[in-house]
T-cell receptor, first 109, second 114 residues
Framework: TQLLEQSPQFLSIQEGENLTVYCNSSSVFSSLQWYRQEPGEGPVLLVTVVTGGEVKKLKRLTFQFGDARKDSSLHITAAQPGDTGLYLC?????????FGKGTLLTVNP | GAGVSQSPRYKVAKRGQDVALRCDPISGHVSLFWYQQALGQGPEFLTYFQNEAQLDKSGLPSDRFFAERPEGSVSTLKIQRTQQEDSAVYLCASNRGPASGEQYFGPGTRLTVT
């Protein structure tokens, strides 16, 4: 079974601060996805990373896939209250996703 | 519809009751997935359909859980003789097919077993 560990589990910061959250595994993944989930809603895909060492940017969010394709990070610059949510990483086969437990981010105004 | 819809959004069941949770995927989506998300956890895979065929049910926790998608569109997840440990959010997702990558999730059904 491929396991994904996310850290930190909880993160509370002030608006304008930068932050990084991590997703680690002992297994190699062909790709990793990052989702954001807001209360009462399902997860929404932010990005898919496929190539080891790949860096993708989505506005203030920067995603990196480790060279060995076992880990990934999400960096948010100048966080805003609208970034509040549960950030989940997921990997697996082309249909069966394994999710981490997520990082619950709160950005205080 | 514009997205995946699920009903009911909230369900309270007494221990021992049977429940049925419905998922309406995005029109034309071939693949459909069910996940269980316990409080403070990430979603855990339950089962996968391609059209009406249930190709993987390895995540169903027990034989009390049963899923169907008889016409390859709407799906129902049924839980018989509910127990307290079944309390969770049940998420449904769909996509165009096995190589599609992104899964589109519904808002989930929050099941509380008392």
């Amino acid at each position: 079974t491929q396991l994904l560990e996310q850290s930190p589990q909880f993160l509370s910061i002030q608006e304008g601060e930068n932050l990084t959250v991590y997703c680690n595994s002992s297994s190699v993944f062909s790709s990793l996805q990052w989702y954001r989930q807001e209360p009462g809603e399902g997860p929404v895909l932010l990005v898919t990373v496929v190539t080891g060492g790949e860096v993708k940017k989505l506005k203030r969010l920067t995603f990196q896939f480790g060279d060995a394709r076992k880990d990934s990070s999400l960096h948010i610059t100048a966080a805003q209250p609208g970034d509040t949510g549960l950030y989940l990483c997921a990997g697996g086969s082309n249909y069966k996703l394994t999710f981490g437990k997520g990082t619950l981010l709160t950005v205080n105004p | 519809g514009a997205g995946v819809s699920q009903s009911p959004r909230y369900k309270v069941a007494k221990r021992g009751q049977d429940v049925a949770l419905r998922c309406d995927p995005i029109s034309g989506h071939v693949s459909l997935f069910w996940y269980q998300q316990a409080l403070g956890q990430g979603p855990e895979f339950l089962t996968y359909f391609q059209n009406e065929a249930q190709l993987d049910k390895s995540g169903l926790p027990s034989d009390r859980f049963f899923a169907e998608r008889p016409e390859g569109s709407v799906s129902t997840l049924k839980i018989q003789r509910t127990q307290q440990e079944d309390s969770a959010v049940y998420l449904c997702a769909s996509n165009r097919g096995p190589a599609s990558g992104e899964q589109y999730f519904g808002p989930g059904t929050r099941l509380t077993v008392t």
